[in-house]
């Protein structure tokens, strides 16, 4: 059983919904973002979301897109996030990561190589938001053949045609997208959601974890409520963004995972 998938199985067995936090790597400098990663799982997180910077971030809105500006200004190199990460390891055995970013830094790196470096280092799924279904020998298939989770986003846009093709190769978890349009630019409608959610579960056994526009522990709760898992990034940023402390930004993210699991 993947790292992964013993996550959710746990987290089942305990009535419980996964809270992922999301942070960007290397934001607002590499040092902080190092220290971010490595106190999460005691702040409450159960799986941990690490954005890799992109110069052309489509799908995010201002917050994430300013993140990974900074982070790339601030000399963010992917070699960075790979030390992030085997520092983490040292420590932590059992919390799973998911990286999620777009295509172009990977396919720079070669698909397969890229899949290699980051499973020995002990990343456990990605999220790669600008290849759709119709691209999986690009980077899934590698993923498949090295025991990656390859993860998909599904937006309110998907029909049931196209929710199949999305369940193609997916594992690990689906990841939803609450609202049509960038991150953290719009609120959830709780009820629209939970609908959402027990229709993509009609076809599928995979988690259903829910992100974009969570802005506070009071939407985290609410979305918990209907999802398997609860995501949350800009919140998270644009404190960090605002000149938080170090002290209240783990507050908030506390606050975040208390929400979810307040079972």
């Known amino acids: 059983m993947s790292r992964l998938n013993k996550k959710f199985h746990q ?61 790339l200004e601030a000399g963010f190199k992917m070699e960075n996030l790979y030390q992030m990460i085997e520092c983490f390891r040292k420590n932590d055995r059992d919390t799973p990561i998911i990286l999620m970013g777009y295509y172009n830094p990977i396919h720079k790196f070669g698909s397969e190589n890229f899949v290699k470096k980051i499973k020995s280092l002990g990343v456990d799924g990605l999220i790669i938001v600008d290849l759709p279904p119709e691209e999986d020998s690009e980077l899934c298939f590698y993923c498949l053949n090295h025991d990656l989770h390859f993860i998909r986003l599904l937006t309110p846009t998907s029909d049931n045609k196209r929710l199949l093709s999305l369940l193609n190769n997916s ?66 940023l644009e404190k960090i963004q605002k000149g938080a402390t170090e002290r209240d930004v783990s507050d908030f993210i506390i606050s975040l995972s208390k929400s979810v699991h307040f079972n």
């Open 11 to 71: 987290l089942t067995v305990e009535d419980q919904k996964a809270f992922i936090p999301f942070i960007m790597a290397g934001f607002p400098n590499i040092s902080y973002s190092k220290k971010l990663l490595n106190k999460l799982p005691q702040l409450g997180a159960d799986i941990i979301e690490i954005g890799m910077p992109f110069t052309d971030p489509m799908a995010d809105g201002k917050i994430i897109q300013d993140a990974g500006h900074a982070a």
């Open 171 to 236: 594992s690990g978890f689906l990841y939803y997208v609450s609202v049509a349009g960038v991150t953290g630019t719009k609120v959830p409608v709780k009820q629209i959601v939970a609908s959402e959610v027990d229709r993509i579960k009609g076809h599928t056994h995979l988690p259903v974890c829910v992100g974009f526009g969570i802005k506070s522990p009071e939407d985290a709760k609410a979305i918990s409520l209907a999802a398997d898992g609860v995501v949350v990034g800009s919140a998270i």
